[in-house]
């Protein structure tokens, strides 16, 4: 199997997140962590969307709720695109394009300036989770949101049972 073929199968397997998101050198306000839950939609076989919906945490103890939509797309042997659908799936918002560094990392090809800031990702594929680490460098600015996309997991041991058996 391929190195892309490999990612968008780990991707249509995700199910749940979990973020930490912290600063370097700047006072706490954007600190916090969050979880959530991952809707999986895959109208190709070249295109996985996610859809986010959850809560986080600020360290103020602030909750806030979130949704988000992202959408994978193959757009070459090796390279898969990002795009943010805070517009709708008519009008993405293009992040970033990512290519394999080895067997279980991806990396953004190039950063995503957003005003004078700069994005970029990396992703680790795992056995039973995919890792996001989001970078964020700008002006004032150093932050991190790593952000762990669990696989579903079966609810109970003969679940867990029956999918052995049927491996």
């Known amino acids: 199997m391929s190195a892309v073929s490999y990612l ?9 997140l979990r973020f930490i998101a912290h600063r370097d050198d700047h006072p706490k306000t954007w600190i916090g962590n969050g979880v959530g839950s991952v809707a999986i939609e895959s109208p190709s076989a070249q295109v996985v969307i996610f859809n986010e919906s959850g809560t986080s945490r600020l360290t103020s103890g602030r909750e806030l709720r979130f949704t988000n939509a992202y959408r994978w797309s193959l757009v070459g042997q090796r ?13 993405p918002v293009y992040l970033f394009d990512l290519a394999p560094k080895d067997e279980s990392t991806w990396a953004s090809v190039t950063p995503h300036h957003c005003r004078y800031d700069l994005y970029s990702v990396r992703l680790k594929l795992g056995q039973d989770a995919v890792s996001l680490l989001w970078m964020i460098v700008g002006p004032g600015k150093r932050e991190e949101i790593e952000c762990v996309y669990s696989f579903r997991v079966p609810d109970s041991p003969s679940q867990q049972f029956y999918s052995k058996l049927s491996a």
């Open 8 to 16: 968008l199968v780990c991707l249509r397997r995700c199910r749940e």
């Open 79 to 91: 390279v898969v695109r990002l795009e943010h659908l805070r517009f709708g799936p008519n009008r």
